[in-house]
């Protein structure tokens, strides 16, 4: 039973690497502040949705997470700690490969939080891992289109952002967050003169990192777990993470440095921890990286989605869900099929997506997105793309999020439990315009 254990806490491990003042409609919302020598930090709540605005100095942005988010951040410790205990040894070890991922401005975040939170450093880091540690299959699923598939000829990006349900989900529930990042600091941007980018990333309490970023100079990237093309191997992911930064880092410092989606493309060319498959665009253009711990990124643009299992996107659509569209790659073991699909009916939210691109092709606005990208899964594999917490399936859609890139808005849909999900779906998304976010 302890080999299992420690089986299940190594695979655990292996997916962590693998896994993101404003507009508002709701008038009840409230917001409170913090101040710090470098800038002051807003919190605010739109229905069940957190935002929260921070600027300054990385280690004051820290500080004002930790002082805005003080109760939140405890309870969510004490969850994860009761779930996965805190103190034991595996965990340890987990964090200690969480802590070969980290660079400077994710340290200093830590060290700020750890100021004003009540939780000790190493704490933090284990709530910023444990998140991850439970993350057992694959879900997410992303559709982008651009030029004449949509009204005003500008990208319009969804993803649905799937976790396991159960213990899992229960914790997250009402943990969905937009957080924003004001840097003062200069740190690896292009020119030597580069301040650090504002980022939006929609992620959950805890996480320093997004599932779906748009930065200041309109750069984009969103991220899905692909292991089940490429499975881990426990035997070779502590040498990999040691050398090799892993998908969602990744993203966080691409989006706080890349100008362009050129800089991007240098940024993300090469390997990652885990496969992943990251999508990026700006206003005009957008493709997708197919990620490997073994390889060199394999890059797919809009409308081409080559080999055996790609099926087929529409032209200037770029939609994927969690397996590699290429056959070709070193190490790949399990390809799904329409007829041998994952748990999460990965192949069917991939066929769903297409399908409903080509009904609203030409025509679709970030309200259309909102229809599609939330349009129920079905049991039998029809419908939509959203895992419904009613659903037989292992996974439940946590969030989406709608993002109209050349307005530079977010339109988020927080899924919190089977209550908030009804058939008019307007009635619970908020909207964050980043022009009046980012400062």
Not at 108 to 136: C, H, I, P, T, V
Not at 287 to 306: D, L, T
Not at 342 to 350: E, N, V
Not at 369 to 381: A, E, S
Request: proline share 4%; hydrophobic share 40%.
């Amino acid at each position: 039973m302890k080999a299992k254990i420690v089986a299940s806490m190594l695979i655990a491990l292996a997916v962590l690497f693998c896994t993101s003042c404003g507009s508002d409609p709701n008038p009840s919302m409230i917001q409170t502040s913090f101040n710090t020598p470098t800038g002051t930090g807003m919190l605010r709540k739109s229905d069940t949705l957190w935002i929260i605005n921070l600027e300054g100095s990385y280690t004051d942005m820290g500080r004002q997470y930790g002082a805005l988010l003080k109760s939140e951040l405890g309870t969510l410790f004490r969850q994860m700690d009761t779930a996965l205990g805190y103190d034991r040894g595996i965990v340890q070890q987990l964090l200690g490969a969480v802590k070969m991922q980290m660079k400077s401005r994710e340290s200093q975040l830590l060290g700020g939080m750890e100021l004003e939170s009540g939780l000790s450093r190493d704490k933090l880091e284990f709530l910023n891992g444990s998140l991850f540690f439970m993350y057992a299959n694959v879900g997410c699923s992303a559709f982008a289109a651009i030029n004449d598939q949509t009204a005003a000829g500008f990208t319009i990006a969804g993803r649905n952002f799937d976790n396991p349900r159960g213990a899992y989900s229960s914790i997250l529930r009402g943990k969905s967050i937009v957080v924003i990042y004001n840097p003062k600091d200069q740190f690896n941007g292009s020119g030597g003169t580069h301040r650090d980018n504002s980022v939006a990333m929609m992620t959950q309490i805890g996480w320093l990192y997004g599932l779906t970023n748009l930065n200041s100079k309109g750069v984009y990237l969103e991220y899905n777990n692909a292991t089940n093309s490429i499975p881990i191997d426990p035997a070779t992911i502590g040498p990999i993470v040691a050398t090799v930064m892993d998908g969602l880092h990744q993203n966080l410092y691409a989006s706080l440095d890349a100008d362009s989606l050129e800089d991007v493309d240098a940024l993300l060319a090469g390997p990652a921890a885990v496969a992943t498959m990251t999508q990026v665009a700006d206003k005009h253009r957008v493709w997708h990286y197919e990620r490997s711990p073994y390889e060199n990124s394999k890059k797919i643009a809009a409308g081409q989605a080559f080999g055996r299992f790609s099926y087929d996107n529409p032209p200037n659509t770029d939609i994927f869900t969690n397996h590699f569209f290429n056959d070709n790659w070193a190490h790949q073991k399990f390809i799904y099929t329409v007829t041998n699909d994952s748990g999460s009916k990965t192949f069917a939210r991939l066929i769903n997506l297409q399908k409903l691109a080509r009904q609203y092709s030409g025509r679709i606005t970030a309200d259309t997105m909102k229809t599609i990208m939330t349009k129920p899964l079905q049991n039998d594999g029809n419908g939509g793309p959203f895992i419904g917490w009613d659903l037989a399936n292992p996974d439940v859609t946590h969030f989406t999020s709608v993002t109209d890139i050349a307005n530079m808005v977010m339109h988020i849909y927080p899924n919190v439990d089977a209550m908030t999900y009804v058939d008019n779906f307007t009635a619970s998304w908020a909207t964050i315009d980043l022009n009046r976010e980012f400062r």
